[in-house]
């Protein structure tokens, strides 16, 4: 039986996969955005390893949520989950200055991947909607062009999917994989979404801890179980090190080659 964490895991799709391998005898650690949705998480999930807690929009508390995960540790694998969207936002400044819908989406993931000792499977929430992307990385946090939610949305989905395929290339010894769950009526999907939502955990579950051959791959992309073709320049080696070294600029942090 594995070991996992799983950010943005007190409700959503985080909640259902942490709910799903649970079922299936794993080991789950939760996460949650400040101590009143870790109770809420808690009371989800009574048979947990314990919760991180800490905004991911922050830098500082991404490193903290980091920290106490480590102290949980290790980890078989880490679901890369929690995401901010655009339905309906005008966009958000965070603390550091930053884009909240790149800071949740990208950044947040980036630094848990540095900090945290590093599992033997990552699996990262992309969409289809990255297929959709500006693959430039010019102004990345919207602070020159006027706001577009669904295009920020599609461009941060397309980084962290190069950061999925990136993390593969570095860290052979890791399965990296990205997963889009589907347009699924959650919180986030909204009312009006029409995938199914039962089958939206089950793929990052499946990649988290399966013996299954075909879950035992790096840098891929996958939907319902199934491979499918990621936009091409998220699969790019100057791409992927285009980001990374952004990323590295705005935290100070990098993640090491294996």
């Given amino acids: 039986m594995a070991r996992i964490f799983i950010t943005g895991s007190t409700d959503g799709l985080g909640l259902m996969a942490a709910q799903l391998l649970s079922g299936q005898g794993h080991t789950v650690a939760l996460h949650a955005r400040n101590d009143a949705r870790a109770r809420d998480a808690r009371a989800a999930l009574p048979d947990n390893a314990g919760v991180a807690v800490g905004d991911l929009s922050s830098i500082t508390q991404t490193r903290e949520i980091a920290r106490q995960v480590n102290d949980m540790g290790p980890f078989d694998a880490v679901i890369h989950n929690a ?129 299954d051959s075909a879950a035992r791959v790096t840098g891929s992309y996958f939907h319902h179980q199934q491979p499918r073709n990621p936009h091409p320049a998220t699969q790019s080696p100057d791409q992927q090190d285009r980001l990374l070294e952004y990323c590295a600029d705005l935290t100070q942090v990098h993640i090491p080659a294996a």
């Fill in 83 to 211: 995401g901010v969207g655009y339905y309906g936002r005008s966009r958000v400044e965070t603390e550091d200055g930053l884009s909240d819908v790149f800071a949740v989406n990208v950044l947040a993931p980036y630094l848990l991947t540095a900090l945290i000792t590093p599992p033997e499977r990552l699996v990262y929430l992309s969409s289809g909607m990255h297929h959709s992307s500006d693959t430039t990385l010019r102004d990345a946090q919207w602070t020159r062009r006027p706001w577009q939610g669904s295009q920020a949305y599609s461009e941060s989905k397309f980084y962290v999917t190069a950061l999925a395929f990136a993390v593969a290339r570095r860290w052979p010894t890791t399965l990296s994989n990205a997963v889009d769950p589907g347009w699924v009526p959650t919180k986030m999907g909204g009312s009006s979404a029409t995938d199914d939502l039962q089958a939206a955990p089950v793929t990052q579950a499946w990649l988290a801890a399966s013996d």
